[in-house]
């Protein structure tokens, strides 16, 4: 039975912010590299097979811990990136909402946002998902560690589920640092066995 780890990467000085991050390559802060040292620790006992990772900073970073103490390289893969928030990318949550606020409120409700440049959800969830199914590949029967995005997070879990939209959208996001794990059997497919699990660092 496949085991896959859906890790969402440590935080940021833009999550603190609550800035949209998307395509940008933020580093993790002070806090978000305890978090992920802490986490390398109880996920190495998982015995991970196989680690890919975003090829931006903060999940390449986030990876490193777990490389370190397990010995895998980390393969990035630059499909499990966030979601590209085009011209929103910078800004405070707070000023998108009230600077574009229509497209805002698609964007909130899951719906297609016209211009801003923001990736549109059908394309940003065929290649998250395609992603992370060829590093489920990568590992036959083993365990695989995905380090991702808060929203590439949650589109991979809804897309192995097979969750419509309106049901992916009603799943809390990971923490930063924190997981999801699934497990696949011959029989039953995808099966969510936990979700947001971590270790709180302060």
Request: hydrophobic content about 40%; glycine content about 8%; charged content about 25%.
């Given at each position: 039975m ?5 890790w969402?990467?440590g ?9 949209m991050q998307?395509?940008?390559?933020v580093?993790?802060?002070a806090?978000?590299h305890a978090?992920a040292a ?6 190495a006992a998982m015995?991970p097979?196989v ?17 370190a103490?397990?010995?895998l390289?980390?393969?990035?893969d630059?499909r ?5 928030f085009?011209q929103?990318?910078?800004?405070l949550v707070a000023?998108?909402a ?6 805002f409120?698609r964007?909130r409700?899951?719906e297609?946002?016209?211009g801003?440049?923001?990736?549109e959800i ?10 992370v199914?060829d590093?489920?590949a990568?590992?036959d029967?083993g365990?695989?560690v995905?380090v991702t995005h808060g929203?590439?997070a949650?589109q991979a ?10 049901v992916?959208r ?5 923490s930063?640092c924190?997981w999801?794990?699934?497990?696949h059997?011959?029989?039953?497919g995808?099966?969510l066995q936990a ?8």
């Open positions: 496949t085991r896959l780890i859906i969402r990467h935080q940021t000085e833009w999550n603190v912010e609550n800035r998307g395509h940008t390559d580093a993790l802060d806090v978000g978090q802490a986490a390398a620790a109880t996920l015995r097979d680690i890919v990772a975003s090829d931006l900073r903060r999940t390449a970073d986030t990876a490193a811990p777990l490389s103490v397990t010995g390289p980390a393969h990035l630059p499990i990136r966030e979601r590209s085009g929103w990318q910078g800004m000023d998108v009230t600077t574009y606020p229509a497209e409120e964007w409700h899951g297609t946002v016209a801003c440049d923001v990736e059908d394309d940003f969830a065929k290649r998250v998902s395609e992603g199914l590093a489920v990568m590992a029967d365990t695989v995905v929203g590439s949650k879990l809804g897309g192995l589920l097979g969750w419509p939209p309106s992916t009603q799943v809390i996001g990971l930063n924190h999801t794990e699934l497990r059997s011959a029989q039953r995808w099966l979700h947001n699990v971590g270790r709180t660092v302060d």
